[in-house]
């Protein structure tokens, strides 16, 4: 039967009895380590690697100290690069850091990354003037589509027919016929 003390026998770790003198080694060491003033912090004794820090049920992993130091540093370096302006992959360029880290360490330390779709979390950035221009170039095209395929829809003739008349495709024209046919003459 395969058990926890069965696999820590078959690793053939010292025993008892072979570190004594190294026991007593370490308990001088320690001894006289106190006797100048030094604290010796005492921790628990796991069985199995060290990943740096612990995981949660769900499957996350919390960082230990050691890391959370060098995010820290990390952050120090993002703060000002984002108050700038720059998105996250000029960050991640600039400071050779994967993406998905600096993303975790803004969200940590409270770094806005400003996103080049538009603003810091809303609708309206940089080129929200241009989308809105251009959405209105286009509704005013189509609206000029539906003017000229009024008369030739009260004809009878089909939206192949009309499309190819007017240079556009059928889906211009199937949006200018929804969007404008609504509108009184």
């Known amino acids: 039967m395969y058990t926890a003390q069965h696999h820590l026998a078959t690793q053939n770790l010292p025993t008892l009895q072979s570190t004594g003198s190294a026991r007593e080694f370490i308990e001088q060491a320690m001894a006289e380590f106190e006797a100048r003033g030094g604290v010796i912090k005492h921790c ?4 199995g690697g060290d990943v740096g820090g612990k995981w949660n049920a769900a499957g996350q992993l919390f960082l230990s100290n050691g890391n959370s ?3 820290a540093d990390i ?7 984002a108050a700038k302006g ?4 000029a960050i991640s360029y600039q400071l050779s850091i994967d993406a998905r880290r600096i993303k975790r360490i803004a969200k940590a330390f409270g770094i806005e990354i400003q996103s ?3 603003g810091f979390r809303t609708k309206s950035g940089p080129n929200e003037a241009n989308r809105k221009a251009t ?9 000029e589509v539906y003017a000229q395929a009024k008369p030739m829809l009260d004809a009878g003739k089909t939206r192949n027919e009309i499309a190819s008349a007017l240079h556009c495709s059928k889906l211009t024209l199937a949006k ?3 969007e404008n046919s609504h ?3």
């Not at 628990?44 to 069985?47: D, K």
């Not at 720059?86 to 992959?89: D, K, L, M, W, Y």
């Open 44 to 47: 628990e004794i796991r069985v």
């Open 69 to 71: 130091c060098a995010d």
């Open 75 to 81: 952050a120090e370096l993002v703060r000002p690069l």
């Open 86 to 89: 720059a998105g996250i992959v």
């Open 116 to 118: 080049q779709r538009g």
């Open 135 to 143: 959405a209105e170039r286009g509704r005013k095209h189509r609206k």
């Open 176 to 178: 200018a016929i929804t």
């Open 183 to 185: 509108v009184a003459d």
